[in-house]
């Protein structure tokens, strides 16, 4: 069982990096494996709404291989084929990412996760759910199969500010988000929220406040990116009509925003990512043509520059 303790910023980095995670709850080299397991979502069959979060365009989650037509078995092999040669001793971490991958009856979603854990290569699942799709039954089935695989929950929490959660039509408040997590830490079950920053009408001041109110949770992981306008949602129809709802960050500024985020937030945390890159041809506008790892550099960069840390912000108004 991998368990997190807090983290002591051990990376030589200035910011605790997924990468240093992995390596200390793991002996291999680890890489996560998309799948698309076939879930529907509540947002978007009806159950909560048909028009799904403004933003939602499932096509930006997938790599090719991963289609639902394929058994998980496959979709995970054809993932490994295209790793394995370049890292022969890798191993595996099976990632339910298109659409809700809680949704689902008990039993299929028992089924789902044990074909993926019962991979040779596997040692764990991170679920990527939204946070008003859990219960107390699915928690307490993760924390058993969490005594012998790595398990973490993902939570989509977008924004912690209500009125943001209902213009983009996420069909939950912020509430629901904390208390999902909170839950999700009682069962001793590993936590990640995914944040989006440039949503419409938030302000830099709105943006660091989540910064703020997620340091306060029990989370171990945050994922974040920069908004990106995916051709064909309704949030690119939005950005048409009401473009003065939008500013879309150019990378230097992002850089900056992100630093003062990354130093207001619990320097427990581990941060995954800071972007996402969705392929041009999806995007409404230009992207910045930087790679993932590009942009990463210029980051940390910038904050050797500057002299700063994750958290110091909360530690300088300590003292
Ligand atoms: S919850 Fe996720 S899958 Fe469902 S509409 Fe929103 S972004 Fe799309």
Redesign the pocket.
């Known amino acids: 069982m991998h368990k997190i303790d807090v983290y002591t910023m051990d990376s030589k980095k200035r910011y605790n990096d997924y990468a240093s995670y992995l390596k200390k709850h793991f002996q291999n080299k680890m890489q996560k494996i998309t799948i698309h397991a076939g879930f529907s ?1 509540p ?2 069959d009806g159950k909560i709404s048909f028009g ?2 403004t ?2 365009n ?1 096509q930006t989650f997938n790599p090719e291989y991963c289609q639902p037509n394929k058994s998980i078995t496959q979709q995970i092999d054809e993932g490994i084929q295209f790793f394995q040669k370049k890292y022969p001793d890798q191993r595996y971490l099976a990632y339910f990412q298109a ?2 991958n809680t949704y689902d009856p008990l039993p299929i979603l028992i089924q789902k996760y044990e074909e993926a854990l019962a991979h040779p290569l596997v040692d764990g699942i991170i679920i990527g759910t ?1 946070p008003d799709c859990i219960d107390h039954s699915l928690l307490q089935y993760l924390q058993q199969i969490a005594k012998q695989h790595y398990v973490m929950i993902e939570y ?1 929490i977008e924004s912690t500010h209500n009125e943001t959660l209902e213009l983009i039509n ?1 069909g939950h408040t912020y509430e629901v988000a904390e208390e999902a997590i909170r839950l999700t830490a009682r069962y001793g079950i590993e936590t990640c929220a995914h944040l989006i920053l440039g949503l419409p009408n938030e302000s830099v001041e709105i943006m660091l406040s989540h910064a703020q109110k997620i340091s306060q949770l029990p989370l171990n992981c945050i994922k974040l990116h920069q908004l990106q306008l995916i051709k064909g949602t309704k949030m690119a129809e939005q950005y048409t009509m009401h473009p003065e709802w939008f500013h879309l960050f150019t990378a230097d500024e992002y850089i900056e925003l992100l630093i003062q985020f990354i130093r207001q937030l619990n320097p427990s945390f581990v941060i995954e990512r800071f972007v996402s890159q969705s392929p041009p041809s999806l995007l409404l506008t230009n992207g910045w043509g930087l790679k993932n790892y590009e942009f990463t550099a210029k980051l940390e960069k910038r904050m050797n520059q500057l002299n700063v840390h994750q958290g110091d912000y909360l530690l300088d108004q300590r003292n």
Do not use: A, H, L
């Open positions: 979502c947002n978007r799904g979060c933003y939602c499932n659409y809700t939204r989509g996420r």
